[in-house]
């Protein structure tokens, strides 16, 4: 995403005004990405004493919670370096998790070894939720012909879905997943979306753009979210943020004592989120996420920087039959003609607010709900001194 803005780089890590157009800097050059780290790191993450205290106390509301049921709580699973080090994590704190993997039929061979090898190696019990391939295709052609920027919601909002369905099935009150402040931050606006959970988005671009009814796929809007956590009392929790996380000691840990495998970079374990980060985003968008990820570990003490800038000045896809594989891979999966996706890799962006939204329905609610206080307040005022 181009700016027109004088061209700046944070002198702390590697975002810059290319790829966020709204960035911010201090006096030293640093964004407020870095900042916005600084700050959720403190709030988040707790080590040492601390961290074995907040710790102590999930597993302890853990077993508390699971008393007479065969599983303490669903860990959600992918395969990736994350979510395998906190199944290895479990056992060593006592944990007898359910394991979900939720297949969106865009595995690929290694992620299934993995998650298989793992799985059996521990001695978890897994549950695999998959995903109506014909609802799930026809959606996410929904998102590729409506062109907006985020076109993993069919299967992240899916996941979430399933996590929480799945916790209320086996009447468990926690479900631990590999998400860490550590190492993943807070991504820049335009990197992602916040319409994970807008199902009046998701439904509409369905809608617009798809050809049949979701009777099975699996979806969670902010409604539904509130009544699983707040009426439920089901919790999702990360307890990475208590251990000492680091991303590279994680991994080999898993090498040593799992036999896992590494993907070489974040999400690549799914055919489709490769492609997508790989080349979707940052042809189509100009974005690469790989500066956001690589940043938050610079933010970490993870990397250095001049190793992240040495990393992002290749493209994504070393292996370029690789590349050309995957684009083979989904376009036959999806459907789709050759000429149709070039259309689309052509095609400009298209924003999410095109559609309706329940993020803007909010908006408006949160605006009246300031102007009624100040009414109220003025109200009051003229009241009290009269």
Request: aromatic share 14%.
């Amino acid at each position: 995403m181009t700016s027109t803005r004088q061209y700046q780089i944070c002198t702390h890590c590697i975002l810059d005004t290319n790829d966020y157009p709204e960035i911010v800097f201090d006096e030293k050059g640093i964004c407020n990405i870095c900042h916005t780290y600084d700050d959720l790191k403190s709030r988040t993450v707790f080590t040492g004493d601390e961290g074995k205290n907040k710790l102590s106390d999930l597993l302890q509301k853990i077993h508390q919670n699971s008393k007479g049921k065969k599983y303490d709580c669903i860990l959600a699973i992918s395969g990736g370096t994350d979510s395998t080090y906190l199944a290895w994590l479990c056992k060593q704190w006592g944990l007898n998790p359910l394991a979900l993997h939720v297949d969106n039929g865009w595995n690929s061979e290694l992620a299934v070894r993995n998650i298989e090898h793992v799985i059996t190696k521990l001695g978890l019990d897994l549950y695999t939720w998959v995903i109506d391939w014909e609802e799930l295709k026809d959606l996410q052609l929904a998102y590729f012909k409506s062109n907006v920027l985020d076109l993993d919601i069919p299967s992240e909002n899916a996941l979430l879905a399933a996590f929480y369905f799945l916790a209320r099935k086996y009447k468990l009150k926690y479900i631990i997943t590999g998400h860490n402040t550590v190492t993943e931050g807070w991504l820049p606006p335009n990197f992602t979306s916040q319409y994970k959970m807008d199902t009046l988005n998701l439904r509409a671009i369905q809608k617009r753009f798809g050809t049949m009814k979701l009777k099975k796929y699996p979806s969670i809007g902010f409604f539904h979210h509130f009544w699983f956590t707040r009426i439920n009392g089901i919790h999702m929790v990360s307890p990475l943020n208590y251990v000492q996380y680091d991303k590279q000691e994680a991994k080999d840990t898993l090498l040593r004592e799992l036999g896992w495998r590494d993907y070489g970079t974040k999400h690549y374990e799914n055919i489709f989120t490769r492609f997508y980060q790989g080349y979707i985003l940052p042809v189509k968008y100009g974005v690469d996420k790989r500066k956001a990820h690589y940043s938050t570990l610079i933010c970490s003490g993870q990397m250095t920087r001049a190793e992240a800038l040495e990393i992002v000045s290749h493209p994504p896809y070393q292996n370029q039959q690789q590349l050309q594989d995957d684009r083979e891979f989904l376009i036959k999966k999806l459907g789709m003609t050759a000429d149709q996706f070039e259309k689309f890799m052509q095609t400009p962006a298209v924003s999410h607010e095109t559609f309706p939204s329940y993020l803007s329905i909010y908006a408006k609610l949160r605006s009246a709900y300031r102007w009624g206080k100040k009414i109220f307040a003025n109200s009051s005022r003229t009241l009290t001194s009269g």
